[in-house]
Antibody, heavy 120, light 110 residues
């Protein structure tokens, strides 16, 4: 059974940093692209970042480029999102999601999400 | 790049069919077949309903179907049921190597 479990969310001050983790199980981690998607309270979905199964390709939304870094540790089956220079509009539930097939295909498994609150 | 355009809300009665549209441009929906649809119930993670324009994940009801014409993709739900009431989001790959979502559509089953 495929499972994705995020952690690392919390309350952080503007300008601060946070690292999110997503532990994956039930599938071959290196065979699928992984993504981070966020949802601000009461708002819609926003794609944040994607990484290829090999870790060689990484892509970011304009809103987080230069501030967030996606990475993975394949021996730990873990996806990360390092978030620096956090702003109030980064407040959201952050989900990790597994791609169903090709890199930009749909995401068939999602975690439950972890809440990040940026506030002074 | 701008978000894809979806109607804010649609409604239908049990048993009816409804269609949700998702309008983009030639740099996203119109240029690629990487369009997906997600269903989200309150307080839950999104669920993949359609990927690559018209493909259903294994085990998903064939009441859900996807299509695309030009720069507009569509999700059709036939035989509407109470449990279909949820928010629906479309997404598309873009020529900028990013992914963009629609603003979401709230489906109400009357």
């Amino acid at each position: 059974e495929v499972q994705l479990l995020e952690s690392g969310g919390g309350v952080v001050q503007p300008g601060g940093s946070l690292r999110l983790s997503c532990v994956a199980s039930g599938f071959t981690f290196t065979s699928y692209a992984m993504n981070w998607v966020r949802q601000a309270p009461g708002k819609g979905l926003e794609w944040v970042s994607a990484i290829s199964g090999s870790g060689a390709k990484k892509y970011y939304a304009e809103s987080v480029k230069g501030r967030f870094t996606i990475s993975s540790e394949y021996f730990k089956n873990t996806l990360y999102l390092q978030m620096n220079s956090l702003r109030a509009d980064d407040t959201a539930i952050y989900y990790c999601a597994k791609t169903i097939g090709h890199f930009w295909g749909g995401w068939d498994y999602w975690g439950r999400g972890t809440l990040v609150t940026v506030s002074s | 790049q701008s978000a894809l355009t979806q109607p804010a809300s649609v409604s239908g009665s049990p048993g009816q069919s409804i269609t949700i549209s998702c309008s983009g441009t030639s740099t996203d929906v119109g240029g690629y077949n990487s369009v997906s649809w997600y269903q989200q119930h309150p307080g839950k993670a999104p669920k993949l309903m359609i990927y690559d324009v018209y493909n259903r994940p294994s085990g998903l009801s064939n009441r859900f179907s996807g299509s695309k014409s030009g720069n507009t993709a569509s999700l059709t739900i036939s035989g509407l049921r109470a449990e279909d009431e949820a928010d629906y989001y479309c997404s598309s790959y873009t020529s900028y190597n990013t992914l963009v979502f629609g603003g979401g559509t709230k489906l109400t089953v009357l």
